[in-house]
């Protein structure tokens, strides 16, 4: 497992960056359990857990303050209520919904803490020791944000054709992640056909899979002809780009997660973290964190599961009494009766009710 002092070597000793080191630690011993749904389900492992969990929700985190990113400081509460529902959906037996949340939470700290969103972070090497299976393993690479590695390895689960259902699982778990780092951190659109291309024709493959596979090329493939940077594009230039995409997948329609946009809307997902990383403050911020929110809930992407909540709650306090607050508040509403009835829950829980009231109240 990663070492923490590997983390303590990356920090200084002031309170900001104690803060922040803490965090870290608990962020990357948390990714080999929250690599493997078996790992964090597992009760041996409930103490490395806890202990993790409470050294998230015990520091006032500086969340952002530079004002870089999508979220800025608005976020710093929200970032503590998600693991807070993350200690309290574990301890009452959830596990599944703890660890789907922690996993979005966990992410946005690796992403904020190394900003170059087309590289390695620097200095980091991890084994595989805990023996996770290579489809979960390179989960782990991912969320350490080991991509090179991780895409390796998914490769290499692509290759063999699979022996019985689980390994046919396996593959389209291994495709769909691959699929979405290709396009969100490396924005390599001949990756993503050369990925696609080992899938090719593997009828053993569920239905599902084999007809959004055929989706990704086709979109995969106009990417490729449209010859789009991004690192050479401004903010705007990116975030209009990120707009036609979301517009054109008809994202806002629906809140059921929709396989068929995933190379469209991974797409909107790295040009919007992009164009808000360099032009914080810009004018079409508000419209930016919305997009960001429709992108991530309609691909349901387990990196980013529970952050379209986040974008949305951002979205309506830094912007109260508009439209567009409103919007964003009637999204949420609609995301949290869909979630909670998907979850077989008969009605939503008082304090996920209150926290939409206040919302709302905002948005008024």
């Not at 900001?16 to 080191?21: A, E, G, K, S, Y």
């Not at 990113?69 to 959830?94: I, M, Y």
Request: charged letters at 20%; one cysteine or more; aromatic letters at 6%.
């Amino acid at each position: 497992m990663l070492t923490a002092l590997m983390l303590l070597s990356l920090a200084a000793g002031d309170d900001t960056q104690h803060v922040m080191r803490g965090n870290l630690t608990a962020v990357f011993v948390l990714q080999r359990y929250l690599a493997s749904p078996i790992e964090f389900r597992d009760p041996s492992n409930a103490g490395v857990i806890n202990d993790s969990l409470a050294l998230l929700a015990r520091q006032q985190h500086p969340f952002m303050t530079s004002g870089d990113g999508p979220t800025q400081a608005a976020l710093s509460l929200l970032f503590a209520q998600q693991v807070d529902r993350a200690r309290e959906d574990f301890t009452r037996g959830s596990p599944d919904s703890a660890r789907l949340r922690l996993r979005s939470v966990t992410g946005m700290c690796l992403g904020c803490h190394s900003r170059a969103p087309t590289h390695d972070l620097p200095g980091i090497h991890v084994a595989n020791d805990a023996n996770l299976p290579p489809a979960e393993f390179a989960q782990y690479l991912a969320a350490t944000r080991q991509f090179d590695a991780a895409l390796r390895t998914w490769k290499t689960v692509l290759e063999a054709p699979p022996k019985n259902g689980r390994d046919a699982y396996d593959q389209a778990i291994a495709l769909r992640a691959a699929v979405s780092i290709s396009v969100r951190v490396k924005d390599d659109p001949a990756l993503t056909l050369e990925l696609l291309e080992r899938v090719k024709g593997r009828t053993e493959l569920p239905g599902l899979v084999q007809r959004a596979a055929a989706e990704w090329v086709i979109q995969a493939t106009a990417w490729k002809a449209e010859k789009l940077v991004a690192a050479e594009q401004s903010p705007g230039a990116l975030f209009a780009r990120a707009k036609q995409l979301v517009e054109s997948s008809q994202a806002a329609a629906s809140v059921v997660p929709d396989e068929a946009h995933l190379v469209a809307l991974q797409r909107a997902v790295s040009y919007l973290n992009q164009a808000l990383a360099r032009e914080p403050k810009a004018k079409w911020r508000g419209e930016a964190l919305y997009l960001l929110a429709l992108s991530t809930s309609v691909v349901m992407d387990p990196d980013l599961w529970q952050l379209d909540g986040m974008f949305l709650e951002a979205c309506v306090m830094e912007n109260p009494h508009t439209r567009l607050a409103v919007r964003c508040v009637d999204r949420l509403a609609d995301r949290t009766v869909y979630q909670y009835t998907l979850s077989g829950d008969t009605r939503v829980p008082m304090d996920i009710g209150s926290r939409l009231g206040d919302l709302r109240a905002i948005a008024r």
